[in-house]
Each structure stands twice: as C-alpha cells, then as structure tokens.
C-alpha cells in the first residue's frame, strides 16, 4: 500500500459528496469477453497512496496519516478546519512501525532500528512523543532499556501520561512506568516478576495481570486493583488443549472481562472471562470458519461493541446498536464495495470511511452520520481504472498430506483460461499472518503483464485456528513449502497454467520461500525473485528476538520454526544450498531494512557470485522492510517486469 504526494489530499477536499439513502453509483459495466487491457506502467501501481492508516484525533478535528513526502515517507497531521498540515518525519536508518493518538495535542511513534547486540546485530525498538504545539519529539523511556522499548500499555485520554513497559537494562526482566509525555519523567509502577514479559493494563490504566514464559509452560499473575498483590494463576505447558489464551481485556473495577480462547472449538472465538478463578464463562461470539482476531468493547470493558475477523474476506459484526445502523446505511448505499469504518472520534460524531475492493485500491471519506453524507478526502490511486484490473477470487486446494489449503487466485484480464504463465506469490510472516483479498499493487501488476497470481495461505498462516497453525509448526522450508508446490499442481491439472512457465516471488518469508522453492525443486521453476528474503534462517532466528514468542499460541519461536533442538537451519537455508540452485534469481533488498537485515541478501549474493550462478542484486538505498518510497517500488516492478519477461515471458 502506497502513499501519495501531499496535494492530491488537500486540493480534492470537499469535491464529492455521496448523500446516504440516494441510489448508489452503479458499479463499472464489466463486458461478457473483455479484452487484454493496456500494459499499465509499473508507475501507476507504483504511484504513492494519498493516505494511509487514518486516525482521527479524539475531538475529530484532525487526521493522523502516512503521506509520501517528495518521496520520502512521513507521518502527516491534517487539519479538517483547514490549518496547515503538520510533518512528523522519519529519522534515518529507522523504520516507522505504528503511530497513535495521545490526547488531542500529542502524537505517539514507534521506530525500529538495526543495532549491535551480543555478538551480532538485533532490532531496537523506541517510543517518540511528538508534540502538536511545540512541534518537538521526546524519546520516551529510559537510557539503558532493553531492546523493546515500545510496549505500550495505556495511554491518558488527556494524552499527559502512559504506562510504558520495558526492561530497565537487557539483564532485567520488564517492569511497568508511568511515563510524563511532557517531559518523560518516570515512576515505576510495577516491578519486574521472574519470567513475566507481557504486561497488560485496564481502561483506568491500572495494570492488571502479566503472562509469563519459560521454557516448557507459561503462566499468568492477576491483580484486581493496585492496591493488591499479584497473585499467580497457574500455569500451563504450550501445547495444553485447555489454555489456549489471547487478547485479554477487563471491565472496569471488576473480576470480569472478556477473552479469546480455542478451548472449544479449535479456533479463537471470545467468550466472557473471570480473571479471579479463571473461569471461561458464555461464549458471545464465533465463527463457523475462522479465529476471530479483534474484538472492541466500550471505555470501561464492559460491553462489547464490535468484532473482527477474516474468512474470504475482512469481516466486521457492530454489537453496538449505532455503528450497526451505520455500517447498513454505508453498505446499502456502496454494495459494490467493501466498507469499513477505520477511525471515529470518541463521540462518533465523526469517522473515517474506507471503500475499495481487490481491483480498486479505494478512497477514503469523512462521515458525520449527523448530516448523513460522505465525504471524500482521498483517492488512493486515481491513476488505476478498476476495469481494467483484475477481481481476485477466494479458492481452495488439497495438499499432499490431505491438508486444504486456502488460497486466493487472480487470473489476468481479457485471456483465456489456459495453459497461462503462473507466478506463485508467498505472503510475509510466516506464523499469525495471511493473505486477503484486499487490493494489492504487485498482484494487479502481474496480473496486468498476463500472468496467473496464486497466494497460498499455507499450513502455519493464521486466522484458521489451532490445527491449521500447528501443522506449520518445525515446517518452515519443508510442509510449509510443498503447499506452494501442491498450489502450482492444482492449477497445471485444471488446465489454467502452463507447468514449464512458472516462477515464484515473494518479501520477507515470501522472499525465503521463493529462493528456496527454486534451491529445492528447480524442476519445477523457471526462475525465483526476493525482496528482502531470509536466506539464513538461522541467523534470522537469532536477530529477531522480539518474534522469541507466538503471539497467539504463547510458543517459543525457535521451537516453532525448527520442530525440534536437533533440527539444522542450514538444512533449509538458500545460503547454505547454493550448489544446489540450477536456476536464475533476482535479489533486491533495503540497506536500511530492520525486520530482516540487508546482510541476508547481500551474502546470498557474494555466495551466488562464487559460485557462477546466474544471478542479479540490486540495493534500495536508505530503504527498509518494505517500500516507503514510490521510485523504489517502481523500480522493483520495473525490474520484476523486464526478469520474468525474459525468464518467463507470458
């Protein structure tokens, strides 16, 4: 997802509005044989988003956002009374990761950074408070901390103070401090607990319970109030049926709260939960198919407004009467569409209002259900015509083992169903992470150039529950991999694609799976492209210790990742393998990459050149995990385009 230039924000402000309860603009006529579209250049896709990740200030006066700034990514604070537009940039070597509110005067930043650590290198994390009239940053935290500094635990409606967790040196376990965001004075509220290193805090910002790690089991400690002690619940092993925890909330002042479990049904589903006996009480809501993966309650936990979760598709069910009515409006008025509500202003006086679909990357609007209109502030990506792009279909196939995997199938406009070129596309992660069929600029692009684009969301992705995630388990560059292979059977027995024209393309994970899946099985691919791929998985494990923990299954990462202590990385590892590769790869990767270090391409590539194999390496200076900015990824696309023409030309 990209972001564009300033301008294209501020000068279509006010220039559409779509009265609610009027009859909805009919969907673009899409013809019984289209034919081939124009080969779109990588610019358009390429072409930086207007916005990104919206936020409105609690008094829904302003908007905070990702904007591409003469192509340099920044953070933006826009005004909807028409003041000036403030810029929060982005340091040098850091990757921006989250952004949020505090109050309506401040703004809270996390960034990533590579650093020394031990012997080798790791990912740091710090928290920066921007502040609106000052227009200064304070790095909050202490001088000594640990790695992670960016675990938030709370934060003060007046935006003046948060409770911040993090180990007061890497020799400590976290401890919890109140933190002034005017000036980062600090007050230690929690001390640190053998092996607890999760902390989570109440709407009232009192900390409540900690989850604790060890080697074989974890355990949870629980407080009610601040006045009292914590006392330890129990524990129990990381593969117990019955302790299958996520997402803990808790109602004000109270025992009671709400939280995900897969204790019933396999899938996380949420139930009401006593925190005091530990009890899983009535079962509100679940999916028939999927884990649910979010869940909003009102301010003081009461109550529940909404849940969230993905099947073919992102899903949002409102509990709450009021947004319930207005999603309906919305959706009756835009069927064509998916529509979400991704920001409102504490009253709900005011939201943000996203509509696109997988051939359209979407607008955003301003919504004051009080005066029923929307109204748009962005379009994505004006330079895209959605008939021109492709829809993205929601399939499923059957591994060798017997395992169905789901996955999502975009076939290129105008061309018949047959004997086509096939890009497998990998997504990123591996563990807690899936594909959607939400509009994506690398797909379209293929899609555009005449190739078939399958994502597989294979065994280990998340949202399909527990069996699903743990059939990925000690997989990585084995199972994992065959139902990437087992995707491209399906589709060369049905007669879509072509077996001798396929290539594999992925980043991050997606990127370790394309170089590997042409390192096990060249037979089968005609050539393989990364973007910031893993080709030493075992140093990767080693720099990524914030990933030392499944988020949902409360697992330690290596075990997770290597099935067993004995178990070799190197086996699995493209570094390690080169010998092996019998077939031609492109590499391209950011020197300023913090999630998987620019050093994984770079001594790839020195090992391919060693070995004389047919290979191409590009770096995208000052460039992280991702594309941050626009002429990179057109580059990308430009070179991807001009590799599979000559590899796999379709």
Same mark, same amino acid.
């Given at each position: 997802?990209?972001?564009?230039?300033? #301008? $294209?924000? &501020?000068?279509?402000?006010?220039?559409?509005?779509?009265?609610?309860?009027?009859?909805?603009? $009919?969907?673009?006529?899409?013809?019984?044989?289209?034919?081939? !579209?124009?080969?779109?250049?990588?610019?358009?896709?390429?072409?930086? *988003?207007?916005?990104?990740?919206?936020?409105?200030?609690?008094?829904?006066?302003?908007?905070? =956002?990702?904007?591409?700034?003469?192509?340099?990514?920044?953070?933006?604070?826009?005004?909807?009374?028409?003041?000036?537009?403030?810029?929060?940039?982005?340091?040098?070597?850091?990757?921006?990761?989250?952004? *949020?509110?505090?109050?309506? @005067?401040?703004?809270?930043?996390?960034?990533?950074?590579?650093?020394?650590?031990?012997?080798?290198?790791?990912?740091?994390?710090?928290?920066?408070?921007?502040?609106? $009239?000052?227009?200064?940053?304070?790095?909050?935290?202490?001088?000594?901390?640990?790695?992670?500094?960016?675990?938030?635990?709370?934060?003060?409606?007046?935006?003046?103070?948060?409770?911040?967790?993090?180990?007061?040196?890497?020799?400590?376990?976290?401890?919890?401090?109140?933190?002034?965001?005017?000036?980062?004075?600090?007050?230690?509220?929690?001390?640190?607990?053998?092996?607890?290193?999760?902390?989570?805090?109440?709407?009232?910002?009192?900390?409540?319970?900690?989850?604790?790690?060890?080697?074989?089991?974890?355990?949870?400690?629980?407080?009610?109030?601040?006045?009292?002690?914590?006392?330890?619940?129990?524990?129990?092993?990381?593969?117990?049926?019955?302790?299958?925890?996520?997402?803990?909330?808790?109602?004000?002042?109270?025992?009671?709260?709400?939280?995900?479990?897969?204790?019933?049904? @396999?899938?996380?589903?949420?139930?009401?939960?006593? +925190?005091? &006996?530990?009890?899983?009480?009535?079962?509100?809501?679940?999916?028939?198919?999927?884990?649910?993966?979010?869940?909003?309650?009102?301010?003081?936990?009461?109550?529940?407004?909404?849940?969230?979760?993905?099947?073919?598709?992102?899903? /949002?069910?409102?509990?709450?009467?009021?947004?319930?009515?207005?999603?309906?409006?919305?959706?009756?008025?835009?069927?064509?569409?998916?529509?979400?509500?991704?920001?409102?202003?504490?009253?709900?006086?005011?939201?943000? /209002?996203?509509?696109?679909?997988?051939?359209?990357?979407?607008?955003?609007?301003?919504?004051?259900?009080? /005066?029923?209109?929307?109204?748009?502030?962005?379009?994505?990506?004006?330079?895209?015509? #959605?008939?021109?792009? =492709?829809?993205?279909?929601?399939?499923?196939?059957? $591994?060798?083992?017997?395992?169905?995997?789901?996955?999502?199938?975009?076939?290129?406009?105008?061309?018949?169903?047959?004997?086509?070129?096939?890009?497998?596309?990998?997504?990123?992660?591996?563990?807690?992470?899936?594909?959607?069929?939400?509009?994506?600029?690398?797909?379209?692009?293929?899609?555009?150039?005449?190739?078939?684009?399958?994502?597989?969301? +294979?065994?280990?992705?998340?949202?399909?529950?527990?069996?699903? +995630?743990?059939?990925?388990?000690?997989?990585?560059?084995?199972?994992?991999?065959?139902?990437?292979?087992?995707?491209?059977?399906?589709? &060369?027995?049905?007669?879509?694609?072509?077996?001798?024209?396929?290539?594999?393309?992925?980043?991050?994970?997606?990127?370790?799976?394309?170089?590997?899946? =042409?390192?096990?099985? !060249?037979?089968?691919?005609?050539?393989?492209?990364?973007?910031?791929?893993?080709?030493?998985?075992?140093?990767?494990?080693?720099?990524?210790?914030?990933?030392?923990?499944?988020?949902?299954?409360?697992?330690?990462?290596? *075990?997770?990742?290597?099935?067993?202590?004995?178990?070799?990385?190197?086996?699995?590892? #493209?570094?390690?393998?080169?010998?092996?590769?019998?077939? #031609? /790869?492109?590499?391209?990767?950011?020197?300023?990459?913090?999630?998987?270090?620019?050093?994984?391409?770079?001594?790839?590539?020195?090992?391919?050149?060693?070995?004389?194999?047919?290979?191409?390496?590009?770096?995208?200076?000052?460039?992280?995990?991702?594309?941050?900015?626009?002429?990179?990824?057109?580059?990308?696309?430009?070179?991807?385009?001009?590799?599979?023409?000559?590899?796999?030309?379709?």
């Amino acid at each position: 997802m990209r972001r564009s230039t300033l #301008p $294209a924000l &501020t000068n279509i402000m006010g220039s559409i509005l779509l009265l609610l309860g009027a009859a909805a603009p $009919a969907a673009t006529p899409q013809a019984t044989a289209p034919s081939i !579209p124009r080969h779109i250049p990588a610019a358009d896709f390429a072409a930086p *988003r207007a916005i990104s990740e919206g936020q409105l200030s609690p008094d829904g006066t302003r908007v905070l =956002a990702r904007f591409n700034v003469a192509g340099k990514e920044a953070i933006g604070i826009h005004s909807l009374n028409g003041d000036k537009m403030q810029l929060i940039s982005i340091p040098e070597k850091n990757d921006l990761r989250w952004f *949020r509110w505090a109050g309506n @005067g401040r703004v809270l930043v996390s960034l990533g950074k590579t650093v020394p650590y031990l012997d080798d290198e790791a990912e740091m994390t710090r928290l920066v408070c921007y502040d609106l $009239a000052t227009k200064k940053s304070l790095v909050l935290g202490g001088k000594t901390e640990g790695l992670e500094g960016d675990d938030l635990l709370y934060t003060d409606p007046d935006g003046t103070w948060i409770l911040l967790s993090f180990q007061k040196t890497i020799y400590d376990y976290p401890s919890v401090f109140r933190v002034s965001l005017a000036d980062n004075k600090m007050m230690e509220v929690v001390r640190p607990q053998s092996d607890v290193w999760e902390w989570y805090a109440d709407a009232d910002g009192v900390v409540r319970a900690g989850i604790g790690f060890d080697v074989r089991s974890w355990s949870m400690v629980y407080r009610k109030t601040d006045t009292e002690k914590f006392r330890k619940l129990g524990k129990a092993k990381y593969d117990d049926e019955n302790a299958g925890y996520d997402l803990i909330r808790f109602s004000r002042n109270s025992d009671d709260g709400f939280i995900l479990s897969d204790k019933e049904t @396999g899938r996380f589903a949420l139930y009401k939960f006593n +925190y005091a &006996t530990k009890q899983i009480g009535e079962r509100v809501f679940a999916s028939d198919t999927n884990d649910i993966s979010d869940f909003v309650t009102t301010e003081d936990g009461s109550a529940l407004r909404a849940v969230l979760y993905t099947d073919e598709r992102d899903r /949002v069910v409102w509990f709450d009467a009021n947004l319930k009515k207005i999603q309906a409006d919305i959706d009756k008025a835009v069927p064509q569409y998916e529509n979400w509500i991704v920001s409102r202003s504490r009253d709900d006086s005011t939201m943000i /209002v996203w509509m696109g679909a997988s051939n359209n990357p979407g607008s955003y609007f301003i919504y004051q259900p009080t /005066v029923g209109v929307l109204q748009r502030i962005a379009t994505v990506n004006a330079k895209l015509k #959605p008939s021109e792009l =492709a829809r993205t279909r929601y399939v499923h196939y059957t $591994a060798r083992d017997g395992t169905e995997i789901p996955a999502y199938l975009t076939l290129p406009v105008g061309r018949e169903e047959k004997n086509l070129p096939l890009v497998i596309l990998p997504h990123g992660g591996p563990y807690d992470v899936r594909d959607t069929p939400n509009f994506d600029p690398e797909v379209q692009f293929l899609a555009n150039r005449g190739y078939v684009v399958l994502q597989p969301n +294979y065994r280990g992705s998340g949202g399909y529950g527990k069996a699903f +995630y743990e059939k990925g388990e000690g997989q990585w560059g084995r199972q994992m991999q065959d139902d990437l292979d087992d995707g491209m059977d399906w589709l &060369t027995k049905s007669g879509i694609v072509d077996p001798k024209r396929v290539c594999i393309v992925g980043g991050s994970y997606g990127g370790y799976a394309a170089l590997w899946g =042409a390192t096990r099985n !060249p037979e089968r691919y005609r050539c393989a492209a990364s973007f910031a791929g893993v080709s030493d998985l075992g140093r990767q494990l080693k720099y990524q210790l914030d990933f030392r923990i499944s988020r949902r299954y409360r697992k330690d990462w290596r *075990r997770i990742v290597q099935g067993s202590p004995e178990f070799d990385p190197r086996t699995v590892s #493209p570094l390690y393998t080169v010998d092996r590769l019998k077939v #031609p /790869v492109l590499l391209v990767h950011g020197d300023a990459d913090q999630t998987v270090p620019y050093k994984q391409s770079q001594a790839y590539a020195e090992a391919l050149r060693k070995a004389g194999k047919d290979y191409q390496f590009y770096t995208y200076k000052d460039e992280g995990h991702g594309f941050s900015n626009a002429a990179n990824l057109q580059d990308w696309l430009d070179r991807l385009d001009t590799f599979l023409a000559k590899y796999n030309p379709s």
